[in-house]
């Protein structure tokens, strides 16, 4: 079953399109990943799947209900812009919030005990946010996010701006959750973070859903046109190979994918004539390499691929 | 609409904010403030009345100077015996302001008398002088052509001014226009103050909860109309808070300082009162108690507040909304502040004569009456056609003004990193 079905969705800021026809299903206790390039319109669809936003066209069910005041309540959400009030304290702030999602004052109360202990935080509780360091105040933002126990939880890109502890931290949360039978949906234009945690993905490129499915699947379809190729020597070879991509290339690496059906041998031959080969290995193609072969290559700005 | 999640903004506004250390300060700095700022205007208009001007006389019919002497005889120095040449070099020197040349053709009204000066005491040196040598030469004249003792008599009278004023009710009252016109402008200022202060602080909490980017974290939890019904709410709420604290402490400072400075005066003057009258019982306390403000009035005050209140706070609140840091704000400012501005200087007018056109028409623009009106109806009888006509129109206004802020807010506070032009929200507005 889908926890969040989109159907058909578009919404336009005066003269630009932000989102275009986009539809996408997010199956129950899956990762989700959208995933593209900044300004693909995932923030804007994200806004309107939390009703911050109000498509212009199409529909946003929530658990099988149209978005409205009652399915924020569902979800937690972590937005790409985030903050807290830097004068309150972190307890009230932490209350009032989960207030907002409607739980009691009781409720939030005992909850938000809960997270503060498990975060090893339970001392911060009177302090007011603006003395807290960066790292912490951004544990005090996933708290915020979660503190409700929705089954939903949105984050939108998540991990820009987090420390390398508090990026882990929130990868094993994202992981948990799962494991809790939630669903986590969260947009990133960083692949490798998608081929690591994902399920399921959606793909956008200007304001449209130009790829989705299994993340698995979608590998596998593409096939093994893709060789990694560890060597020593002059690597000036590569720039003579005909009919390839060459993706993340380095003096000794690089990932070659493999057009117009091109004999894979023929390339190995040209590398042992220049150099000497550590590694010749036939893989499934990188999600950035599925990104790029879907949307073609003159349609991206290749710098807002990580 | 969420009346709960409504309340929740409310609570969390009013509490933060009462908690503040500037909101103590506020409360107890600005009625410290006005007092200081009224000392310091009654402490100049005491001290400016010190300086002593020197008029130098030269009189030729040796009967003027003795009537100038008798008005004011530190002003005007006897100089016939100098010279005029002399006189101009004094006047020079800065060692007297002026002199007079007074002869016989004066008297006779042949000639009016010149006024040779420094320039040193304005205006309002030579109107007293003129006054003064106005009631010297009558003397003269009037001594000059022998009239008897009772006309000279009706001459010397002054003419006090006692006003009584006539309420609905048929009965005479003791008038209190004074005072109720300093009632009304200080509650036409405090209205202005607070629109201005309060509107001020929603602007600055609007465009806190952007730059600490908190707002779409609230936004997904809240509507954008919830939110901004729920800043006004609490805003509004320490302001009247403020307010109460203010008319509470006034009122109990004036129990209390009445009778205070009443057995002081008692117990400073007992002999005198005595003797003048032996029956009396001390001195009549009504002297040093306030006279008594309507009910009514703290009534409407407190409608005129709230209505004003609202009307300029929505308006504040998309400022707020639509501008990404406080530098910004200027541009949007300026028309939100031309109407309060001009509504303050008619209140002035309307001071001075409440039921005047202008006063009339003030009083019915919404954007101007609730510092316009509370002014005239604390003065004066206003009629209660005008007063519902007032309200209803303000009513009607803050609904429009209400509905324009929140479409701003609502686009206004998603969008970040630039202010928007006026060209956006036209935009905004018709989306």
Redesign the interface.
Known sequence: MSVIQVKNISKSF?DTKAVSDVSFEVPEGCIFGLLGPNGAGKTTSI?II????IADNGSVTVNGERVS?NT??M?G???E????????KVGEQLI??A???GLSYNEAKKSIKYWLDRFEAADWYSKKVGELSKGMSQKIQFI??IAHDPDIYIFDEPFSGLDPINSEMLKNIVIELRERGKTVLFSTHRMEQVEQMCDEICLFNKGKAVLKGNLREIKNSFGKNTINLEFQGDHTFLDKLENVRINNRSTNFAEIRVLNGQNMQDILKTAIEHAEIYKFERIEPSLTEIFISTVGEDNINPNELA | M?FQ?IL??LK?EYI?RIR?KAFIIATILIPLGLVAFMGIGVGIAVWDSQPVHTIGIIDQTNSIYPQLKKIAPDRYKDFSSVSEDSLRSLVLNEKIDGYIFLDEANINQQKAPEFVSSGAGGLSLQSTVQSDLREAIRKVRLDRADVSQNIQNIYESKIELKTRKLTKEGKETEDDTGFLTIVGVVMGVIIFMSVLGYGGLITRSVI??KT???I????????PIELLLGKMAGVGALALTQIAIWIVSILGLASVAGPIANSFMVNKIPDQAAQAAPSAPGMNPAVFTIPKIEPSLIILFVIFFILGYLIYSSLFAAVGSAVDSETDTQQFMFPIMLPIMIGYFIMFRAMANPDSTLAVVGSLIPFCAPIVMITRIAITDVPIWEILTSILLMIGTFVGTMWLSAKIYSVGI?S?GKSASFKELI?WIKE
């Open positions: 005066g806004r939390n009703h911050i936003l005041s924020q309540h979800i959400y972590m937005p812009e985030r903050g807290l009030y830097k004068k309150m009032y919030l207030q907002l999602k915020a996010t | 969420n999640q929740l903004v969390r933060t503040s806190e909860e600490n980017r908190i779409e974290v609230i936004a997904s939890s809240v509507k998603l970040y935009k």
